[in-house]
């Protein structure tokens, strides 16, 4: 589902992009509802004519997605109980809406929802293709609403999601019957998110979407992220800064693509593994996730909480977790020997916290996302500081690291984060127009450490550098991402899809 205004811009310059998991899973399902093929059929008639030749992960995958997908409707029997037989409706849903933005103007708005449409007797049934288990999903109550909302009144959409502006729009008996579920593909499990009259679903759309649609609608600030990779406006946008020479690598001739240094490493196990981290394959964390990494993202999430407070004010020691034998954060949980070790951590940290400061002198911005564009590279650099903080008049990138011991080698090679920071800082790119200065903060068994990299060495930037440039140079040299199968299956998070996988 999605939110779009009466606006597109295209740069024509080639990019690369990826075809998503549940979009591929939804062009074989049409061959299959549509067309009437079988799903061997389908698989084979999808890979025949796809527009590249499918990453084999992909397919791996999908094989057994398609299949969890119709275990799973075959039980979903609220249709039955209400004697009404569905059949596959082949376009998206989408409505055409005006918005007052509450400041006298007006905003032409269109809600689109995609996923697998069903209807008949004046019943709409929509599935939404989810590429992991929904067994313990979180509800969105924002996107039930919304969904349900649109598809209680939503016409036929004739037009391809970005063809035209407005979208063509044709319209449909409205019906009297919604129910939204949504089907976890890798292993055909379902939830049922809506079930109701449309005069339900609409009132569902005003209590928990209107106002979330209406802040999307009339917003106009610059969100930099990951997706900037795949924007026509990137080298036009004012949040995104253009740093010609930054990585120190040619890419003409290239489709522009995009790097970070998570898929840096990805691409350094496997190349393969970095295509399925940007198809949102469902991965095997219990695989990958050693005892120290847990404990490592344990104590950034329990202390990015910290750092989010407002107003903002340094961390004290007895904020650690109160249990230090078993504690969460995020999506972490540590126990036992970890566990305490990290609340040691947290409380060290108290120490060294870089919001010690004067009241109304101390701005901190946790996790901040940091975009930049190369053009001589063809690349979009993304990258995300564990901590950008002001402290009276002077902005720092502060990294965070947990370590069981102090190393005190090159710390650039050790950490390329910090050689990243220096980079952009000295570009730029952190603050537009603004050097900011780059600290290092481990957190050991035997206490707190902060350094700091001087910006204005030209040995330290040279440095930096020549780490970014080998950091970059083989991944940007090497477009197609085929596997390299050997020792690095073990721990690979999504061998379970992969048909080269050595585990």
């Known amino acids: 589902m999605g939110l779009r205004p009466a606006l597109r811009l295209e740069s024509g310059v080639p990019v690369t992009?990826?075809?998503?998991?549940?979009?591929?899973l939804g062009k074989v399902l049409d061959h299959i509802e549509h067309d009437g093929l079988t799903v061997e059929e389908a698989l084979e008639h999808w890979q025949r004519y796809a527009d590249r030749p499918p990453p084999p992960m992909l397919v791996g995958w999908l094989a057994k997605a398609v299949r969890h997908y119709f275990a799973a409707s075959a039980e979903i029997v609220w249709a039955e109980k209400l004697q009404v037989e569905l059949v596959p409706v082949s376009r998206n849903w989408g409505r055409r809406r005006r918005f007052d933005t509450g400041d006298g103007e007006e905003v032409l708005q269109e809600e689109v929802v995609s996923g697998r449409r069903f209807e008949g007797d004046g019943v709409r049934e929509l599935r939404l293709l989810r590429t992991k288990s929904v067994r313990d999903r979180a509800r969105d109550e924002a996107e039930i609403a919304l969904v349900a909302g649109v598809v209680a009144?939503?016409?036929?959409?004739?037009?391809?999601?970005?063809?035209?502006?407005?979208?063509?729009?044709?319209?449909?008996?409205?019906?009297?019957?919604?129910?939204?579920?949504?089907?976890?593909?890798?292993?055909?499990?379902?939830?049922?998110?809506?079930?109701?009259?449309?005069?339900?679903?609409?009132?569902?759309?005003?209590?928990?979407?209107?106002?979330?649609?209406?802040?999307?609608a009339s917003g106009t600030e610059y969100l930099p992220g990951a997706d900037c990779g795949g924007c026509d406006l990137i080298g036009q946008c004012p949040a995104v800064p253009v740093r010609s020479g930054l990585l120190g690598v040619d890419g003409s001739g290239l489709p522009r693509r995009s790097w970070s240094l998570s898929s840096g490493r990805s691409f350094d196990d496997c190349p393969a593994r970095l295509v399925a981290e940007r198809l949102f394959l469902p991965r095997d964390r219990t695989a990958e996730d050693s005892d120290h990494t847990r404990r490592g993202q344990a104590v950034h999430a329990w202390l990015e909480d910290l750092h989010r407070r407002v107003p903002v004010r340094a961390c004290e020691a007895d904020e650690a977790p109160p249990t230090p034998d078993e504690w969460s954060a995020g999506r972490w949980t540590v126990s036992g020997e970890q566990a305490r070790l990290g609340t040691q951590m947290i409380a060290d940290?108290?120490?060294?916290?870089?919001?010690?400061?004067?009241?109304?002198?101390?701005?901190?911005?946790?996790?901040?996302?940091?975009?930049?564009?190369?053009?001589k590279a063809n690349v979009v650099v993304v990258a995300k500081t564990d901590l950008l903080y002001r402290a009276g008049e002077v902005w720092r990138v502060r990294e965070t690291k947990t370590v069981s011991v102090l190393d005190e080698s090159d710390l650039m090679i050790q950490f390329p984060q910090l050689a990243?920071?220096?980079?952009?800082?000295?570009?730029g790119g952190v603050r537009v127009g603004e050097r900011v200065r780059v600290e290092l903060e481990r957190l050991s068994v035997s206490g707190p450490v902060v350094a700091e990299l001087d910006i204005e060495d030209p040995e330290i930037v040279a440095a930096a550098r020549s780490v970014v440039r080998t950091r970059v140079e083989t991944w940007h040299a090497s477009p197609s991402l085929t596997a390299k199968p050997g020792k690095v299956c073990e721990t690979c998070p999504f061998n379970q899809w992969c048909p080269e996988s050595k585990a």
Request: glycine fraction near 6%; include cysteine; charge should be neutral.
């Open 17 to 24: 992009r990826q075809v998503g998991a549940t979009t591929a």
């Open 420 to 427: 990243l920071a220096v980079v952009l800082s000295v570009e």
């Open 349 to 375: 940290h108290a120490l060294v916290c870089a919001l010690r400061g004067p009241a109304g002198y101390v701005e901190a911005h946790p996790e901040r996302p940091v975009v930049v564009f190369d053009p």
């Open 153 to 216: 009144s939503a016409a036929v959409v004739l037009s391809g999601m970005w063809d035209k502006r407005p979208l063509t729009l044709r319209s449909a008996p409205t019906p009297h019957r919604v129910r939204v579920v949504e089907i976890g593909c890798s292993d055909g499990s379902h939830n049922v998110l809506f079930e109701g009259t449309a005069q339900e679903a609409h009132e569902r759309y005003r209590k928990d979407a209107e106002s979330a649609v209406i802040a999307a």
